[in-house]
């Protein structure tokens, strides 16, 4: 029973976007409304993509938007420009973006960050079951900005576009460290 809700409800999800992507198609410039939230941030140790352990707790003291993504994700590909751009533009400023890779090889992921430039920190989750456990995601590309004290302060799903990532992330920047 519980399959055929999911299965159910991706139907729906899909049906919305096909209706609304029908009537606006994508030079509209459609872009997601990050959700204000304010709870703390899950524990997640995850490697990166040269195989070393690292914890989200590690990046205390910096504002960081993790950002779960794939390879064969449109939305992920539309957004990596826009979330690289902001943080070429931050990250001297205790910002950092965490890309968790869900379940994919690392060659296909290496390979990924290489023609899109990519210089932020890439996670791999091979599994996919640890960071839907820890943040509960089910959609790609999922983010969620964690402040410096270690509180997820938005999420969103769907891909995010550079002029929303600085209304959304900016003001937390310039908050007292």
Known sequence: ???????????LVNASAYLILRNN?????LSVVPIRVNYPAPELTLTDTQGISHSLAEYRGQVVLVNFWATWCEPCKEEMSALQSFYDEYRDRTFTVLAINDGEPREDVLQFAEEHDLTFPIWLDPTSIATAQAFKTIGLPTSFVIDRSGAVRFYWVGAIDQKTLEATISPILLEEQ
Do not use: H, S, T
């Open 1 to 11: 029973m519980p399959f055929i809700l999911l299965g159910l409800g991706f139907v």
């Open 25 to 29: 198609p994508p030079e509209a410039n």
